[in-house]
Structure formats: C-alpha cells, structure tokens
C-alpha cells in the first residue's frame, strides 16, 4: 500500500531516518563507552523497543507501570520505571512483572519505599531501587547528598527492596559533586552502588563525563522533536516523525485548513506546532481541536481542498500518545502498521 | 465501589452535577423556543449523549465520521458533523452512516460538495448538507452571502446531495445581516432553507435572537471548563469533571509532585492547568509529560506521599481525549465506569 493511500490525519514514521537515528546514538554511546537505556514512552511501540535493543541498547525505561507492563509483554526483560510507585495497586502489579523481568524503580521517600517493601511482602517479592537525586532538575529527587545517605540506610532495612545505587534527570556537569559526594557517602556506608543512572537526549557524552554507569535517552529517535522548538532546527532527513493531513478548506486567500488540530498535533509546545515538508513557508499559526490554522500567505502555490501536507509534530513523545496507530513508511509505501501499544497508560 | 479506591490518575465526573448541567441548558432552550444540537465531542461517551437527548436535545453534533460512527452504533439517529468531510474513505463511511440514521455535513467548497456527490452516485446514497458560513469566525466558511448563494447554485444540481440551509460558528450578533442576507438571496433562487445552525456554549439566546433554528453546545456539560481560563470561575458545584491524583514526591518545602502530567491534563491551555479542590490554594505551575509540578507555599497543610489530590481540569473535551475510561460518581461511590468511546476518533 502507498503511504497517499491511508485516509487523514495518520501519524507515519520514516524507517530509515529512524533506524539511522537509533543506530548513530547507539554507536555514540558505544563510543563514549557508556551503556545506553532507551525511555519507550517516546514511541510507545514494543517493536520499536527491541530495535533499540538490538542496536545496543542494554535496557528500557517506562515512566507508568502500565507501559511496562506492553513492554515485558512483548518481551522486554531489563525495565527501570525512573517514577515513585505509589499505592498498593500499583505496586501490587510492579511486583508481578519483576517476577518476569528485572525491574527497577525510584523512589525518593522512606514512604515510597514502604509501600513497595510491603508489597514485596504480600507476594514475596522483590524489586531494585535507585535513589532519586535532585540535582537541579527541580521535579523529584532528596535535595543533598546527606539526605540520599539518610534514605539509604533506611531503605537497606526495608525487606524485598534491593538497593542498586542513585538516578538524576538530567545529566549535566554541575550535577558531579553531588553525585561523586552521595556515592562516596554511601560506600562509607558499606552500601554497595551498582547503578548511577543520568539521563537526557543529548547528555550522553555529560553522564559519562560525571561518572554515570548507563545514561537515559528517549526523544533521540525523533531527532530535534522536543529538543528544538524553532523552525531552523526540524529537518526531515533527521526527524522521522510526521502527521499526514488534508485540505479541508481554503476559505480565503492566504488561510488553508487541515484536518488535524489539537487532538492530532499535541498543543505543546504551543508555537510553531510543525513544519510543512511540502511547503516550509507555511505558518501553522492555531489550532482548534480538530482544525489546524495555516497561515500560506508566504506562499505562492494555490492550496485547493483534498491536497495533502505533512507536518513534522513538535513533540513526539505527546504525539505518539494521541494516535491509536502509526504507520512505519519506506520512501512512499507502507512497510507496517503499528498499534501504540503504550498509548494512554497513564496508571 | 467508593472512589478512593480507584487507582489514579483517573477521569472522575460527578453525576449530579452533569445531570444538572444537562437540565439547565436544555430547559434555557426550550424556555427561548430554540432547538438544542448537543456536541458529543466534548465527552465522547455514548450514554451521555442519551441523557443530553433525553433532556430535550434533538439531535447531536460529531466533528469527525469515526465519533458519529460511535454514535450511530449507540443508537443515535440525528447527527451533524459541522465539518467539511473530503477524501473517498470518509465520504464512504459518511454515505453508509446516513443509510442508518439522519446525517448531515458542513460543505464550504464546491469541491467539498462534488466528493460527497460522486461518493453517493457510488453506493447510491443521500447526504444532507448545510453551507459553511465564516460570519467572524475566521475558520472555515464562504466569505459573503454571494459566494454562499454562488455555491447553493452549484450544490443543488448536484445528485445525492440534499442541500438543508446554513451554518456558522459562533453565533454572534454581529452575524445576523451575513445570516439574512444569505437566507433572502437562497429563497430568491427558490432553494428551501430549512436548517440555520448556529452555536457556542453561552450562545444560546444569541442563536434565537439572530434567527438560527438550532444552537449547537457541547462544553456547556462541564460548565466553565474551556470559558473560563481563570481560577476564580472555576467551582466544583458547576464543573463536574475532576482528575484524581497521588501525590509521589514531596521533595522540597513549597514543592509537591502528583501522578500527572501532560498526558493527564492537557497541556492547553498552558496555565493555570486545573484548580485543586481539597486545597484551592495549590498552583499547578509546570506539566511534564507524567509529573505534575505544584507550588505549594500559599498552603498551610503539610503534604505527604500517597494523599490525593483531585483537580477541575481546563478543557473538558481535550482531557476526555486523553482518558479510556471515565468514572462516573455520586458522593463518594462509583455509580459507573465509562469507555470513552469516541476518544481518539480522528479521521
């Protein structure tokens, strides 16, 4: 089938752009000599997943228990979950998955901890933990290193909770003292640290830098998506992620409506939404819930109802998370139809 | 089952207030004498489009084919789709749905107009539809009663297409010689209007006074929701939709971190993101993709991981497309638990 087959709006990824960006940060790291651990919920597709592993990455990251839970489905057995589980339900079903694959989690809190350490208890269980370290990424993570110290030996006391070391989003330089500080305080303590997990696309050469063992990367495969919010920087050679629409209406001269908006395209970032591969001069300048609003004053092609245009989205991650399917494409045909299988697992 | 044990994040709607919603705009129409066309888009869920028809709706508004196929199969008989449908696959579906029940579509375009002709001759179908007027709106729409009785010229020798009268968005006073003018220059050519639609939650009596025969509303179910982007206008006595989180990290004074983020809200509109209803005072200051951020300085209560905050999110018809499921309550027990099964209809 030809991609100008599938009705509108449909999300379609361009397989060579995105085996090439899986394969260039795999050799990157590979390079640096630091372990690579893909996050899936940039795309949300287990086949995806096991592309990145193949080319090298040594595990996966899920940010719900509920994506984990698609991912060791299909076969993934390496899974760190770089979120607090709270709740016994929760917990209750991250337990169950680390009897079929290795688990890892966050946590921050003695509470956190707790919670996990008496569900371990319900099923006899157990699961590993990192410490979450805020090292000026201001979301989670114990504020010192002497508070990672005093949350440590808390949790050694904890049965069915196994600590492997500490984990910071994002990696940067400034992070180091803290970092190299809570390790030393640690192995003071005679507390052994496997893991010391950074993370952030772009950061890999900085978390091998500051000591890290493996670095966390997600939105590499859609290449300046969620790194780069202006226009310049999307480039089609590099980002394989696009939304396919039609012209709805052309209802004056210089404004084009396209049949994707707010529940095709994400409304973050707010601006510029996309950029058109078959006309850059466009402007997507608003979007209601189903209309997109396009500004083609500065073009001179005549726009007529039923054209296609194809935006590359903004923000992959988001994206992914509003379409049911993507479409895998090579050149102009379909090479496969891919359910999101992660899509809206927000539990 | 009582709500506090229900996993979260998750989609809550109290009933009695939805059902009051429901009443109170449903009995302003009839006391204006004015129809009312209710929106399944700003819920998606078939059993409230049932109440929303039981109240006195006459029929319901879908914007794409994949909701009024929902609908349809949930035994809806009278369904507008104000939006121009163009592409053979949806001009297909569209043709077989209104062999089951009364459907209507927006056409703005002769082109528009021809595909739903050219797809009727094919299965030998009718479609009716009503000629998109840009009053102000400035999304799609003919621009001047001219090109509106231009394009009726055209439509009404075309086979399969039964041309009903008009529709604009939103109705304003302002629209009423565009309105009048269009309507007097169709009857001159002797075509029928049967159908003036207008519509816009608040804008009811705005519909009556300038002469539509039906008003379309759709977030008035959530009542200030997508009107009121200020926190002060928002009260859990007239908006029934609230998300339900966990707190999982409490890692610095005057910072609190809940179980959901974008993926849970809606990033649009970007602030303020919802009002918290047991501590009004919070502020919802940053989405991630699965955190959200809250400044909790203004509060006096010592928050702690695994208490639940619940939020009136901000745009009622974006969050439900980001929900599978939505739960309806009264008081604190769970009366039913809803697929949203129009979530995701985007072709």
Known sequence: ???????????DCDLDVLERNIQQTADLC???GIPLRVHSKSHKIPEIAHWQMDAGATGICCQKVGEAEVMVAAGIRDILIPYNIVGAAKVDRLLRLARRATMTVAVDSL?????LSAGAAQIAGRVRVLIELDT????????SPA?????ARQIVGLPGVDLQGVLTYPSRREAKPFLDETVARLRQDGIAVHVVSGGGTGHEAISQEIGCTETRSGSYIWEGLTRVHGRDDLDSNRC??????????????????VDGGMKTFTSYPPIPYGLCLEYPELHIVGMSVEHGHIDSRASTHRFRVGERLSFIPLHGGLTTNLHDKMVGVRGEQVE???EVAGRGKIR
């Open 30 to 32: 590979r390079r640096l």
């Open 240 to 257: 394989p992620l696009r939304v396919v629409t039609t012209v709805v209406s052309v209802p004056a001269p210089g404004r084009v409506i």
């Open 336 to 338: 496969v139809v891919w």
């Open 111 to 115: 509470e956190t901890a707790q919670g």
């Open 147 to 151: 508070a990672a110290q005093d949350l």
């Open 1 to 11: 089938m030809r991609i100008d087959e599938l009705d509108t709006p449909v999300l």
């Open 136 to 143: 000026g990424g201001r979301r989670c993570g114990v504020q």
